[in-house]
């Protein structure tokens, strides 16, 4: 495994948190943001290559996570809105 640049690592890390500005819910979003700056932090220092690798993918999951969740929460609040849009017209 060849080791994670850190424009690789950056690119992950600005990533992460746009897709986690895709959150709907304000807590949501303000708590993914503040996990994942909080975990970059936490690991800036570190030195050994396979404890990047290891950590990069772990974050590339995260990522994957985040997007489905963005995903279910944007399709959720569609058929929400557009149930709610639809009860509204055939009342009148």
């Given at each position: 495994?060849?080791?994670?640049?850190?424009?690789?690592?950056?690119?992950?890390?600005?990533?992460?948190?746009?897709?986690?500005?895709?959150?709907?819910?304000?807590?949501?979003?303000?708590?993914?943001i503040?996990?994942?700056?909080?975990?970059?932090?936490?690991?800036?220092?570190?030195?050994?290559?396979?404890?990047?690798e290891?950590?990069?993918?772990?974050?590339?999951?995260?990522?994957?996570?985040?997007?489905?969740?963005?995903?279910?929460?944007?399709?959720?609040?569609?058929?929400?809105?557009?149930?709610?849009?639809?009860?509204?017209?055939?009342?009148?």
């Amino acid at each position: 495994m060849a080791a994670s640049s850190r424009a690789e690592v950056l690119r992950l890390y600005r990533a992460l948190l746009r897709e986690s500005q895709r959150f709907g819910g304000y807590n949501y979003r303000t708590y993914a943001i503040r996990r994942i700056r909080d975990a970059f932090r936490e690991n800036k220092n570190i030195k050994d290559s396979e404890k990047i690798e290891e950590l990069v993918n772990k974050a590339k999951v995260n990522l994957e996570v985040i997007h489905r969740q963005v995903c279910l929460f944007l399709s959720f609040h569609l058929r929400v809105v557009r149930s709610s849009n639809s009860s509204r017209t055939t009342k009148s």
